[in-house]
Structures are given as C-alpha cells and as structure tokens.
C-alpha cells in the first residue's frame, strides 16, 4: 500500500501556506475541505460542528467532521477515528514555509506551523488514499479540532454523537511516527489578583501596600518549599510555573516608579501524571499568596488581598498497553519499518479529552521539530512515514 509522497507533501506545503493561529481556523477549515473534495471526499460527508459556540473564547468556526464509510471486506467493522489539530500558535502568523531536501523550513522569522499542519497533510493522504486504491476499511471519522494550542478547547467541546461512536482513534501530535504516545499529564491553569493600596513611593510609603512586594515574597515561598519548576514530592513529580505577571489586560504591573503598586495580576500553571498531585502543586501556589498578603501591611495595619482562581484544563491519563488501540498502534508502527516507542507525553494532547470521553486515544508523531520556535522544521521522512502508518492502521485486518 504505497504512498503518493509527492501529492502528500504538495498537500502540507499547501497547508502550511494558509495562516490559522489558535482560534482563527475559518480559512485552514475551508482549505482542508477543498482538498478532502479534490481527494475524492464528496460534499456531504464533510461539515464542521458547532463546538465554538460553546468554547469560552472567540472562535470563528467548530471542528472539522468528515465521514468516511467503510468498504469492502472491513465494511460493517466498528468505527475507528483519526484526528489531529488545525489550529498553530501565533508565533505562526506570517510563515512562509520551503522545501530544503528532505526538510521544510521557513523563510520568515516565524514559528512555521508544522504543529500541526503535518496532522492535517496525514489526515487528508489519508482520505486520497483510500479513495484513490480502493482499499478495504471499516467505517472511519476524521477529526480537525480547533484551538488545541489554547487550552484543547476543540476536544473539550465536541458532541460524542457527532462522531459516529468510534471505538478507538489514533491522533498525529509530535515527532516521531514511531512515538506511540499512550498517556499525558494533567494540568490546572491558575490566576491570582493581588490587591494593594498605591501611595506617594517618596513621600508617604508607608500608606501603601505593595502588591509587587506580596507576589515577590509569595513566589519566594514558593521556591523555598520546593513547588517551582520540577517537582518533586517523594514519589510524586510535577512541574509548575509563573507566566506572564502584569496589570491586567497586558498593562504593566504598576503606573510608576513612585507609585506603590496597587494591583498585579499573575498567571501560571501547574502539571503532573498524578490526577491528584498537580492540584496538591496548584494549592502550595494559593497558600503561598494568602500567606505573603498577610504579610504586608501598611502603617495603618492593613494588609493586602489576593483572588486566587484555578481551573483543570485537562486531566491525566495513561492507557494499558494490552488495550487494543495500543496494540494495533504497536503492530501498525512495526508493519511499516518502525520500533514502536511507547511513552507518556509532559504536556497536554487533544487524546487527554478523547479519553476523557471515553475514546481510547493513541497519538503519533508526525514529522514535528522545534514547534513553537522560530526554529521549527519538518522531517519529511517522517511525515511520509506518519502518512504510511496511517493506511496501514486503517486496513489492518
């Protein structure tokens, strides 16, 4: 069942051309729609859901269903689900992507958007595939999620009954088409408003209470207890960190030197395999800042307040590896020339909600390097590779 790899890199050049940060996937939606057609896709298989209008943050458009119905031998076998992501950080816009051998990179001074497009280019050679060699396949969906990159909101929101019940599903996430990645960690995302009182800083500052002074003192308890950056707890691991400190809505902390700061808005995170323990790392965080609030107090003996809110954005998992996704996983990577390496992810996946839903969700890399950064490249050995891995989980008997 061999590949067509040229039409199978023209396909992610293509998409790679088409700019879609992280809520803003409209024309990616429309792109892909346009090129699962011209694979042979007819119309009325393809539609998008309306997972945006339930994610809490502006999002143009909902996911990107296609129906593909079994064939041939495999016809009446249960659904099995493919998905990837079709969002890209915002480091992304203004990429211009090159062939360079047997790499993409990009010419402009941008994230390049390999995550994840290379899931895009897996998922539609996929669907040309299958049309184009008539092969044999049980019933299969296709899942484009949106805004992945901001808090896996796509494959929080989506409708179960929109999917057609598939039994198990194979995301394209990463790397490595050999990474058979079978659990991930969970996270909270927190946020802390710290309330001072501004004063005169040169002529009365013993008036004022400095929310600055209540987050450094917070962030050194913090430190000290042993909850920034790794955590480790005995046998429990995590990691955590403080993101961007300001005034709120990405205004300074602070209005002036000779102000003492009234308010500074902190956000960050916390994360580990344990489902209990990344909570346990997001409650030091919330002690620590009640704790220094208390601490500083003004001449009048007035103290500071701090609003600590934490929410879950997605929760751990790690999958048996006798279950079946991860054994046709397995035996799918060998089949194709690889050493099948299986493994946990340290960050969050689109899979952690899909088996939160309770779809056994297998991820596979797909050609990704140095996503996020200014250096990202691709390896088209290995999306070409990820394309053949795709085929062959599809048609195993």
Not at 156 to 179: C, Q
Not at 237 to 250: A, L
Not at 295 to 307: D, E, F, L, P, R
Request: glycine share 12%; hydrophobic share 40%; proline share 5%.
């Amino acid at each position: 069942m061999p590949v067509d790899t040229k039409a199978a890199t023209d396909r992610l050049m293509r998409f790679l051309s088409v700019e879609g940060v992280t809520g803003q996937e409209a024309a990616i939606g429309r792109e892909l729609t346009a090129a699962l057609k011209e694979a042979g896709v007819p119309a009325k298989a393809i539609r998008l859901d309306d997972a945006n209008t339930r994610i809490p943050v502006p999002t143009e458009t909902g996911n990107l269903i296609v129906d593909l119905p079994g064939r041939g031998a495999l016809h009446n076998q249960p659904r099995i689900m493919f998905m990837t992501h079709m969002d890209t950080v915002p480091l992304c816009a203004g990429a211009r992507p090159k062939k360079s051998g047997r790499k993409i990179v990009n010419s402009a001074k941008t994230a390049l958007g390999g995550d994840n497009r290379c899931g895009c280019g897996v998922l539609v050679t996929l669907a040309a595939e299958l049309a184009k060699q008539k092969l044999d396949h049980p019933p299969i969906t296709l899942l484009f999620c949106v805004r992945e990159e901001s808090g896996l909101y796509g494959a929080r929101h989506v409708k179960l009954d929109e999917l057609g019940s598939p039994v198990m599903a194979f995301n394209y996430d990463g790397g490595s088409a050999s990474n058979v990645i079978i659990g991930a960690v969970g996270a909270d995302r927190w946020t802390v408003e710290i309330h001072g009182r501004a004063s005169h800083a040169g002529v009365a500052p013993e008036r004022g209470i400095s929310s600055t002074m209540i987050m450094a003192l917070a962030l050194a308890e913090v430190k000290a207890g042993g909850w920034f950056g790794k955590v480790v707890k005995g046998k429990l691991q995590g990691t955590s960190n403080v993101g961007p400190v300001t005034g709120g809505e990405g205004r300074p902390a602070g209005d002036a030197t000779n102000v003492v700061t009234d308010y500074v808005h902190v956000r960050g995170e916390s994360r580990s395999h344990d489902g209990k323990f990344f909570k346990e790392i997001t409650k030091a965080y919330k002690a620590a800042f009640e704790k220094a609030a208390k601490k500083v107090t003004n001449a009048q003996g007035k103290s500071g307040k701090v609003k600590f809110q934490a929410q879950t954005d997605y929760y751990p998992f790690r999958m048996k590896e006798n279950l079946p996704v991860v054994t046709r996983a397995i035996e799918a990577v060998s089949a194709v020339g690889g050493t099948p390496n299986v493994r946990a992810a340290n960050g969050g996946l689109d899979a952690n909600w899909m088996v939160r839903h309770g779809i056994p969700t297998v991820t596979f890399g797909a050609g990704q390097n140095e996503a996020h950064t200014v250096d990202e490249w691709i390896n088209l050995d290995e999306y070409d590779r990820a394309c053949a891995l795709a085929l062959q989980v599809a048609t195993m008997r």
